[in-house]
């Protein structure tokens, strides 16, 4: 069809050009990506190769190195000295707990905005989507304060409860925004057999909504995973620290164990890279999807 | 169904408990610092009311604060100038890369999940006068005069962090203009190439004017990025040398837990989300213009 019409124009290579370009050309576009991508990923090539390194080997004219020999010594250390099983197992519940919980609530939230009919509908949806434009550093001195007055400085809590509270809004935004696809003749006919409104959540709506929780889920846990000002400053004693501080072990004052360190960075990355490779195409939506309707 | 849905007491239950957690993690935090801003409270021991003092000292007396917002602009400055052009031209590159298409995407946006903890070491030793990878490939290069002391020169470290930031953000900006381009109709295309156009004036006649939609959205997110950026700062630089990376929520952050000038440092707070507050809603009414449906 388009050839023809192209054809018909006098324009044959115009068209074709299009879809198929030079060799030269590809071959240029391929280096420049290739080019960029490798900048890209650089540094956790780099993170990964020094992790298998002997301390005393970092400091050469060379990059990138080939180890002589695998230096596993590094990730023992990070686990025995550095406390990563216990400092992971503790970021683990923390994100666990405020995604389920981020998830929970703002599906009823979007539940209560989108389809329930009451006075200060807008306002209260317009006061929580506010809260994507505080910044959380705002918030670290008076909570301070206050999780001093509750007795909850050095307590999960006192990162749990602001985490949930930050997700909430690009939470509710993007649930909601699923949610409004949604045709009410199915809640309708649940109603017509005597369902409440809770039942039509946790039976009907949730089942539904799973792909956008999915995507909230995901966005939230690498946010959350990722988080260091807020356990830095709650955060006092060893017992609830989280991953990022296992770092802090390997850089005393007198002697810094570099390869450890590269270990316990890797393990750091990891999680979150492992799970954007797997959701790539919910978080990429999740964060169009938040970024165009905020 | 209606009587179901316009139910007090549900609606009560659905937004009460997301609601009170954001008024109680959020909205009261930053009316607490309104509180302590206008104290001159220490952090601890007895403190008394200093009226609007703080207020009118952040304003016009801190060459600091004022300096941290100029830190803002300048990275809001290098992002929109420097690295939202590649991220867009990278866009159109990576929809044209045939069977890598999700494979560049996914690598670019590697960085993006990747905690910040972890990338800020990596690029402190990135930046290391003596060991690090930047000065030893000045080294190799043949270029060794131009080796630096990146993070510890006053005039120098500014753009070491910028440069940081734009590299952790690119796979963000990234998809924002790839999911834009991929909202354009596939015909539009097949009707400017019947109309004759090349592929260069395809793009800037046709392609990037219809981008003008996403290309707002991703300024707006730029513009808060910028201003709330600290964790890059925090763990690279702490703001040093002498202010010359300072950010707003880093030197809040130094003001209150270094300085111990807790009430100063709520005060900046507040100054702070108003004037998030204020950009984001001046930024709103700006861009509400509508733009051509296609």
């Known amino acids: ?294 | 169904m209606h009587k179901l849905l316009s139910n007090r007491i549900t609606v009560f239950w659905l937004v009460a408990p997301g609601l009170f957690l954001f008024l109680f993690m959020v909205c009261f935090p930053i009316a607490m610092s309104g509180y302590y801003g206008t104290t001159n409270w220490k952090g601890i021991g007895s403190y008394e009311f200093v009226g609007l003092t703080n207020y009118t000292n952040i304003l016009f007396h801190d060459a600091v604060f004022w300096r941290s917002l100029w830190h803002a602009l300048l990275l809001l400055a290098a992002t929109l100038l420097i690295q939202h052009p590649i991220a867009l031209f990278f866009s159109i590159l990576v929809m044209h890369s045939g069977r890598f298409e999700k494979l560049f995407r996914a690598i670019f946006f590697i960085p993006a999940v990747i905690s910040i903890v972890v990338t800020s070491k990596m690029w402190v030793s990135v930046f290391h006068p003596n060991y690090g990878m930047l000065n030893k490939i000045l080294d190799g290069i043949g270029l060794s005069a131009w080796k630096q002391d990146w993070l510890g020169d006053p005039q120098l470290a500014i753009w070491s962090i910028i440069v940081v930031v734009m590299w952790q953000g690119f796979g963000y900006a990234l998809l924002l203009y790839y999911a834009g381009l991929q909202g354009i109709p596939k015909d539009l295309y097949e009707a400017a190439e019947l109309d004759g156009a090349g592929r260069i004036s395809l793009y800037t006649k046709v392609v990037i004017p219809l981008l003008t939609p996403m290309v707002r959205v991703a300024v707006v997110i730029a513009v808060t990025a910028c201003l709330k950026q600290m964790e890059t700062v925090f763990l690279m630089t702490n703001g040093g040398p002498v202010n010359t990376t300072q950010f707003v929520g880093n030197y809040l952050y130094k003001t209150a837990f270094s300085s111990s000038l807790y009430g100063y440092g709520n005060a900046i707070s507040v100054v702070f989300v108003i004037i998030c507050l204020i950009i984001t809603v001046v930024m709103n009414k700006a861009f509400k213009k509508d733009v051509g449906e296609f």
């Open chain 1, 1 to 294: 069809m388009k050839t023809t019409a192209s054809a018909r124009l006098g324009k044959p290579s115009k068209g074709n050009k299009q879809n198929a370009p030079s060799p030269v050309l590809k071959v240029l576009l391929h280096t420049v990506l290739w080019g960029i991508a490798l900048l890209q990923i650089f540094p956790l090539v780099w993170l990964i190769n020094y992790s298998f390194l002997k301390s005393g080997e970092f400091f050469g004219k060379s990059i990138l190195k080939w180890p002589e020999k695998l230096e596993w010594t590094n990730y023992v250390n990070a686990f025995t000295y550095g406390s990563v099983p216990k400092f992971m197992l503790n970021s683990f519940f923390i994100t666990m707990v405020t995604i389920l919980v981020a998830a929970i609530l703002s599906v009823m939230l979007s539940y209560a905005f989108v389809r329930m009919q009451w006075k200060l509908r807008k306002a209260t949806m317009a006061l929580i989507l506010l809260g994507m434009i505080v910044p959380i550093h705002a918030t670290l001195l008076p909570n301070f304060i206050l999780f001093d007055w509750l007795h909850l400085i050095d307590n999960p809590l006192s990162l749990i409860l602001p985490y949930i509270a930050f997700s909430l809004p690009i939470s509710m935004l993007i649930i909601s925004g699923f949610m409004e696809t949604i045709p009410r003749s199915i809640e309708e006919s649940a109603v017509m057999d005597g369902c409440s409104v809770f039942g039509i959540i946790f039976r009907i709506i949730l089942p539904i909504t799973k792909p956008a929780i999915a995507t909230v889920c995901i966005m939230n846990f690498i946010s959350w995973w990722n988080e260091f000002i807020m356990a830095n400053t709650f955060l006092t004693s060893e017992t609830f620290k989280t991953l990022p501080f296992s770092i802090m072990k390997f850089t005393g004052q007198y002697s810094s164990n570099y390869g450890a360190q590269f270990a316990v960075m890797t393990l750091i990355a990891l999680p979150t890279v492992i799970t954007y490779l797997l959701f790539t195409e919910q978080m990429s939506r999740g964060i169009t999807a938040g970024a165009v309707k905020g």
